[in-house]
């Protein structure tokens, strides 16, 4: 396929995913996304996720990228890295507050060296206001930007969400701002600064429900009709043991509905409210452990009424219609042969991105220093000093 940003040059400087998703979706496009990896010796104790190429974090979100081993701790590992600022678009990084400044490469250091670069830095809870300093992880995030909140409710405790949506959106909103810089670069010559706070990304997920918050003082969004406020919207158990979803949130829609199920008698209970919206959940209850989750699906799927499958993700996984799109796809793993993935879900004239290969850490040190016009004897130089590192026990 034809991959859309084939010459743009992207440095990676990170450990954790709120950046790394993102740049591998740039990645996926065709960007030279060259992630700048630590020495194993410069690592913060032995922390697999951060070390090892066959943990599930680095088989997730180091595909289609080059990796260069780099101390940064070091003055001649900084002057690569600046060799390497020269020659690219942009540098997303994921640092600790104030770490970046502390080895030189913050925006104002780069900018002065490359005045046109994009510079993107994601961080916790952004570079201004009281809690600029403060540091955090994906249940942390879920937790400060009203995602745990909103998993419980209706009796049940907060809990943690098993994905890393804080991460990830955090993630997307950085791409969408470097795609944006890239083309006012291209309008006007000049670079762009951008600051992207994982607690603000999550936070804006919550538009609606804050709208239904400022106009009508809700409070919990699952009482909002289509969230769950309504028995026409919500998760109902099989006869199998399984579930399905309703969405039935129109008028039309929930006369519908009540005819697929049988209780036409319901369908003047649209606007039903409290011990009755009970009670005509109760009855929808009733009428859907009646039948299996296939069967409701195949009856809904003929009379176009929103009843839904609830799957997992291993069923996801193995669902005909993921593979057959190539959301399911492989990359050749130095150690592990294929190792599947999931593709990024753009598909550019009909087709979705594919998977060539997989980074491992200093893999393509060598070759990129080459590029800068770095002769051999100046690599073995690095190399004797740690700056730089060759790929350490690399599988055929």
Same mark, same amino acid.
């Given at each position: 396929?034809?991959?859309?940003?084939?010459?743009?040059?992207?440095?990676?400087?990170?450990?954790?995913?709120?950046?790394?998703?993102?740049?591998?979706?740039?990645?996926?496009?065709?960007?030279?996304?060259?992630?700048?990896?630590?020495?194993?010796? %410069?690592?913060?104790?032995?922390?697999?996720?951060?070390?090892?190429?066959?943990?599930?974090?680095?088989?997730?979100?180091?595909?289609?990228?080059?990796?260069?081993?780099?101390?940064?701790?070091?003055?001649?590992?900084?002057?690569?890295?600046?060799?390497?600022?020269?020659?690219?678009?942009?540098?997303? *990084?994921?640092?600790?507050?104030?770490?970046?400044?502390?080895?030189?490469?913050?925006?104002?250091?780069?900018?002065?060296?490359?005045?046109?670069?994009?510079?993107?830095?994601?961080?916790?809870?952004?570079?201004?206001?009281?809690?600029?300093?403060?540091?955090?992880? *994906?249940?942390?995030?879920?937790?400060?930007?009203?995602?745990?909140?909103?998993?419980?409710?209706?009796?049940?405790?907060?809990?943690?969400?098993?994905?890393?949506?804080?991460?990830?959106?955090?993630?997307?909103?950085?791409?969408?701002?470097?795609?944006?810089?890239?083309?006012?670069?291209?309008?006007?010559?000049?670079? %762009?600064?951008?600051?992207?706070?994982?607690?603000?990304?999550?936070?804006?997920?919550?538009?609606?429900?804050?709208?239904?918050?400022?106009?009508?003082?809700?409070?919990? /969004?699952?009482?909002?009709?289509?969230?769950?406020?309504?028995?026409?919207?919500?998760?109902?158990?099989?006869?199998?043991?399984?579930?399905?979803?309703?969405?039935?949130?129109?008028?039309?829609?929930?006369?519908?509905?009540?005819?697929?199920?049988?209780?036409?008698?319901?369908?003047?209970?649209?606007?039903?409210?409290?011990?009755?919206?009970?009670?005509?959940? %109760?009855?929808?209850?009733?009428?859907?452990?009646?039948?299996?989750?296939?069967?409701?699906?195949?009856?809904?799927?003929?009379?176009?009424?929103?009843?839904?499958?609830?799957?997992?993700?291993?069923?996801?996984?193995?669902?005909?219609?993921?593979?057959?799109?190539?959301?399911?796809?492989?990359?050749?793993? /130095?150690?592990?042969?294929?190792?599947?993935?999931?593709?990024?879900?753009?598909?550019?004239?009909?087709?979705?991105?594919?998977?060539?290969?997989?980074?491992?850490?200093?893999?393509?040190? *060598?070759?990129?220093?080459?590029?800068?016009?770095?002769?051999?004897?100046?690599?073995?130089?690095?190399?004797?000093?740690?700056?730089?590192?060759?790929?350490?026990?690399?599988?055929?």
């Amino acid at each position: 396929m034809e991959k859309l940003l084939t010459g743009v040059r992207i440095l990676e400087v990170a450990a954790f995913s709120p950046v790394k998703f993102g740049t591998t979706i740039l990645a996926d496009l065709g960007a030279d996304v060259i992630q700048i990896d630590k020495p194993r010796s %410069a690592q913060r104790g032995d922390v697999p996720l951060l070390t090892s190429p066959e943990h599930p974090r680095w088989l997730w979100h180091s595909r289609n990228k080059r990796s260069v081993v780099l101390d940064l701790k070091q003055p001649a590992g900084q002057e690569v890295f600046y060799d390497l600022v020269v020659t690219a678009d942009a540098v997303v *990084e994921g640092f600790a507050t104030g770490a970046a400044q502390r080895l030189g490469i913050d925006y104002d250091s780069v900018r002065a060296r490359k005045p046109d670069i994009i510079y993107c830095r994601v961080s916790g809870f952004a570079e201004t206001g009281p809690d600029a300093a403060l540091g955090g992880h *994906e249940q942390n995030y879920q937790a400060v930007g009203g995602l745990t909140a909103a998993s419980g409710g209706a009796g049940r405790e907060p809990a943690v969400t098993p994905l890393p949506i804080s991460d990830s959106v955090s993630s997307l909103y950085a791409v969408i701002g470097l795609l944006a810089a890239l083309q006012q670069r291209q309008a006007t010559g000049r670079g %762009a600064r951008l600051s992207i706070s994982i607690q603000d990304s999550v936070l804006s997920l919550f538009g609606y429900d804050a709208q239904y918050h400022w106009r009508a003082g809700v409070g919990d /969004p699952r009482t909002v009709r289509e969230f769950g406020g309504h028995p026409g919207t919500g998760v109902y158990q099989t006869s199998d043991g399984r579930y399905v979803m309703v969405s039935a949130v129109e008028p039309w829609a929930w006369e519908r509905l009540c005819g697929v199920l049988g209780v036409q008698d319901l369908a003047g209970a649209y606007d039903a409210t409290g011990a009755d919206a009970d009670a005509v959940r %109760a009855r929808l209850g009733t009428a859907f452990a009646a039948k299996t989750r296939d069967e409701w699906q195949s009856r809904g799927d003929a009379r176009d009424v929103g009843i839904s499958p609830v799957l997992d993700y291993t069923e996801l996984l193995r669902l005909p219609h993921m593979r057959e799109r190539g959301m399911v796809t492989s990359v050749p793993h /130095p150690s592990l042969g294929d190792v599947e993935q999931l593709a990024t879900p753009i598909a550019v004239d009909g087709r979705i991105p594919t998977s060539d290969w997989m980074a491992w850490p200093g893999r393509h040190t *060598e070759a990129v220093l080459a590029e800068l016009g770095y002769s051999e004897q100046r690599r073995a130089q690095l190399r004797d000093s740690g700056v730089i590192s060759l790929p350490d026990g690399e599988g055929a």
